[in-house]
């Protein structure tokens, strides 16, 4: 990192210019080293708070079970600060744990949600549109539960998915359904640089603050669905390089940061970027 990279600032959504988002994924259920996991969760979680930045905690990420970010933050005894803790929300859940997950954010001074379908498996119990009084709609979407949460929790920031890989004019109707349930801003998928589907979210909805995700890895061939092309294995990839690219060519938009780890690369960037 360079002293020419643009400083970033604990800020959230309303203000994403400089904002920080770093991934957390919690313990697996089948993980055969929960005490580890468990206190490397908390070493994340601390640094993050300490230093400024919004601790990003996923939810069932690529449809693994894990631990719910209120389960592990309640065991370990964290304390989220003000606006500095985000929480995944998808729709694969038993009513019941939507509810907890709800009440525990509240109870707890967290009030920002990134709340997408996402993806289930046969193990988990996707939520049905009655459960959410969404009885018009035939299958349970990020709309719905955005909706849902709005209504009962107002007091909430709801961001939703923006993927700029998907065919636009069915990326831009979602988008518009989002916005009109509730969603407050849009988190990207990763990107590399400049991007005309971004381009277009940010002219057509000024207002709107977004957040692009960098991907930290470097494993780009693992983004070869998502971006919809074959990426060899070997293709090199330096995720600082992107992270000031995307930066540069999107001053104004907040970054989410994936898979940075924590022992090897995270000392670095926070000493380049902590306030």
Not at 130 to 146: F, K, M
Request: glycine share 6%; aromatic share 10%; charged share 25%.
């Amino acid at each position: 990192m360079s002293e020419n990279n643009t400083p970033l600032a604990p800020a959230w959504a309303g203000d994403t210019a400089g904002a920080c988002h770093i991934e957390i994924i919690p313990p697996k259920h089948d993980t055969q080293k929960l005490e580890a996991d468990l206190e490397l969760f908390a070493a994340k979680f601390t640094a993050y708070m300490e230093d400024g930045f919004i601790a990003s905690i996923t939810d069932n990420a690529m449809a693994k079970l894990a631990f719910q970010a209120y389960e592990v933050i309640g065991e370990l005894e964290l304390e989220p600060k003000p606006d500095q803790v985000l929480i995944h929300l998808n729709t694969f859940h038993r009513k019941e744990e939507l509810d907890a997950i709800l009440r525990f954010a509240k109870d707890n001074g967290i009030r920002n949600f990134l709340i997408v379908t996402g993806d289930g498996s046969d193990k988990m119990h996707k939520l049905e549109p009655h459960e959410i009084e969404a009885d018009g709609a035939a299958v349970t979407t990020s709309v719905e539960l955005i909706r849902y949460v709005r209504k009962y929790y107002p007091e909430f920031i709801i961001g939703a998915a923006f993927n700029p890989y998907e065919p636009p004019e069915s990326e831009f109707e979602k988008v518009e359904k989002k916005l009109a349930a509730g969603a407050t801003y849009f988190i990207t998928q990763p990107i590399l640089g400049r991007d005309d589907m971004l381009d277009r979210l940010l002219a057509e909805h000024p207002d709107v603050p977004v957040i692009t995700e960098v991907w930290m890895s470097k494993k780009l061939f693992l983004l070869s669905d998502i971006f919809g092309r074959p990426i060899p294995e070997d293709e090199p990839y330096d995720p600082f390089e992107a992270l000031k690219t995307v930066r540069e060519a999107y001053p104004m938009c907040g970054s989410y940061l994936a898979l940075l780890g924590f022992k090897t690369q995270y000392p670095q960037f926070a000493e380049a970027y902590k306030k």
